[in-house]
């Protein structure tokens, strides 16, 4: 059974960073789309930055130039360096893989906090 576990959020001050970590258990077909996601109170959930098996990386607008998403293909695992947050950053940000092959199957995680105070 595939889990996905996230971790490293927290309040942090606007202008301020932080790295958010998602470690992914299980068997996972290798070629695969890892990303971020949040969702913010009223509001549906959105895409951060996903990065495929073959580090092609995409970003939200809202995320090019200060958030940066990379992966250990080896280890199974995606991270999201967030710097410059802001206050519309807060949300919950959730881990996410989906198979390009086989199953084809989707995994999300349980979600972790990031509040950036007005």
């Known amino acids: 059974q595939v889990q996905l576990v996230e971790s490293g959020g927290g309040l942090v001050q606007a202008g301020g960073s932080l790295r958010l970590s998602c470690a992914a258990s299980?068997?996972?077909?290798?070629?695969?789309?890892m990303g971020w996601y949040r969702q913010a109170p009223g509001k549906q959930r959105e895409l951060v930055a996903t990065i495929s098996s073959a580090s092609n990386t995409n970003y939200a607008d809202s995320a090019k130039g200060r958030f940066t998403i990379s992966r250990d293909n080896g280890k199974n695992t995606v991270d999201l360096q967030m710097n410059s947050l802001k206050h519309e950053d807060t949300a919950v940000y959730y881990c996410?893989?989906?198979?390009?092959?086989?199953?084809?199957?989707?995994?999300w995680g349980q979600g972790t906090q990031v509040t950036v105070p007005s």
């Open positions: 299980g068997s996972i077909f290798r070629i695969n789309i």
């Open positions: 996410n893989v989906r198979e390009l092959i086989g199953p084809m199957r989707v995994y």
